[in-house]
């Protein structure tokens, strides 16, 4: 067991793409648990991607199931995971272990279908919706070497004004 | 010893504002900190904060002749730059309406004894000149809880005021 830190933003380690797991050994299951552990740590996140602590492979973890009223699949340790479907843009508001003390707005696809593998190597398909969409969604940038701050919109004009066409 | 400060910028808008003052201020070892900028009504107005070494008046004689140039107003006070505390808001209110004198009194005091802790307030007024609108948004914090102030907008809706609260769920991975 044990807690990393989380590498923070301008950390150019953030802007790297992670590499395809192949293997599902021991070494990776050592670095799930240093996910979890890390993750457990973290103020209230509910999500945490492997290079977040240092490790560029394309693993995360997400678990919503603290939110209430929400649809969720539960704890999930996503290996290689590839969203195959995106239907309908919804605003909402982010925050990152990697970016402390800022929150914005991002739009992110409502709906997804992902494929992933699990911490043992089985094949998983999921369709999610909402709060942990959005959550796998941030998680997966971080394997593209993106943040949230790559993907902010107006924090005020989410109320789109009509022009005036003639 | 360093010295915080809010400058308060306000003239005609036009092109070049920012890039002008935000360079006389560089020049003048001021550095900045966290900047809002806003047109209303046409005007350009900025609150920045900045951080120097350099008196009040120091950086008042600094920005004397650039916001003159600009035909700019500018006001300086001493502030406590107290960076890294944001407030995360969990609640987003939306008021609308035929535009007339005293909704947002009426609203703001209605969700302030209802617990709200005002964190970002916009406002526009749209529609023409003969029917304007007004539109604000609000951002805070529901100190007393979400219930409290959906019981505090009923009699608002009931004088006429469209409001909507939606509650903000800030996802942090």
């Keep these: 067991m044990s807690i990393k830190e989380i590498l923070t933003y301008p950390d150019s380690r953030l802007k790297q793409e992670s590499s395809e797991i192949e293997k599902f050994d021991a070494l990776l299951q050592s670095i799930i648990q240093d996910l979890e552990d890390t993750m457990a740590e973290g103020p209230g996140a509910v999500g945490i991607a492997a290079p977040q602590i240092g490790y560029p492979i394309r693993s995360v973890i997400v678990d919503v199931s603290s939110r209430k009223k929400i649809k969720h699949h539960g704890h999930l340790v996503l290996i290689n995971p590839e969203i195959t479907e995106w239907h309908g843009l919804k605003t909402g508001r982010e925050g990152c ?10 739009v992110r696809a409502e709906k997804i279908k992902l494929n992933a593998y699990n911490q043992l ?46 | 010893m360093s010295n915080w400060y809010m400058l308060t910028l306000v003239g005609a808008d036009k092109p070049g504002i920012v890039a002008n003052i935000t360079k006389t201020l560089y020049e003048a070892d001021c550095n900045l900190g966290e900047a809002s900028m806003n047109r209303l009504g046409g005007n350009f107005t900025v609150m920045v ?18 916001c003159k140039d600009q035909e700019l107003h500018f006001h300086i006070d001493k502030i406590e730059g107290k960076l890294h505390n944001h407030h995360v808001p969990d609640i ?4 609308s309406g035929a535009d007339h004198a005293g909704i947002v009194a009426q609203v703001t005091n ?3 004894d209802a617990g709200l802790d005002i964190l970002d307030l916009n406002s526009d007024v749209a529609g023409s000149e003969d029917k304007p609108i007004y539109i604000c948004q609000i951002d805070g914090q529901a100190q007393d809880g979400i219930k409290a102030l959906e019981a505090a907008i009923i009699p608002l809706r009931e004088k006429g005021i469209d409001i909507s609260l939606r509650e903000i769920e800030t996802m942090v991975g």
């Design chain 1, 97 to 106: 272990l990697s970016v402390p003390d800022f929150t914005g707005n991002v």
């Design chain 2, 49 to 66: 904060m900045i951080n120097t070494e350099h008196s009040e008046n120091a950086v008042k004689e600094k920005l004397a002749l650039p």
């Design chain 1, 121 to 166: 190597g089985e094949s998983m398909n999921f369709e999610m919706e909402g709060y942990e969409a959005r959550a796998v969604q941030h998680e997966i940038d971080h394997l593209d070497g993106l943040l949230f701050l790559d993907r902010l919109v107006s924090r005020k004009n989410d109320l789109f004004k009509r022009k005036n066409y003639k």
């Design chain 2, 110 to 112: 209605a969700l302030y």
């Design chain 2, 92 to 95: 987003s209110i939306i008021v």
